[in-house]
């Protein structure tokens, strides 16, 4: 097993999220390439670990491994981040998407072995 070490703690977290585009067929050539970017990006800001992950046409999944307290707050800085940076690749792609990237919907499973 491999368990992960904090100060006063020894864990083994991990959570799978799906994050869902407001418009189907957004993930595809660039901006696909972009997203994955930034996501790695944010997970070595917040020192999580990829386990695995897939950018698909219309979501993303990705499984991480992060300290207990972490997640909330990858979760809505990931969402934030890459939505806004994703915008600002173009003017077009801004007039397309409009102010909202990702759709409300989100899937968040918790998993401890």
Known sequence: ??????SHTVFQIEYHFV???KYRYILTGEVG???RKLDRE???AFEIRIVKGVVSKDHVHI??????TMHRDYEAHQRAHVGQA????SAHQ??????H??????FVRRSVR
Request: net charge positive.
């Open 94 to 99: 801004e007039a397309v998407l409009g102010r």
């Open 33 to 35: 390439e972009r997203v």
């Open 63 to 68: 499984l991480v491994s992060c300290p207990p």
């Open 101 to 106: 990237f990702w759709a409300r919907a989100l």
């Open 86 to 89: 994703v915008r600002r690749v």
């Open 42 to 44: 944010t997970c070595e």
């Open 19 to 21: 994050w869902v585009t």
């Open 1 to 6: 097993m491999d368990y992960r070490y904090g």
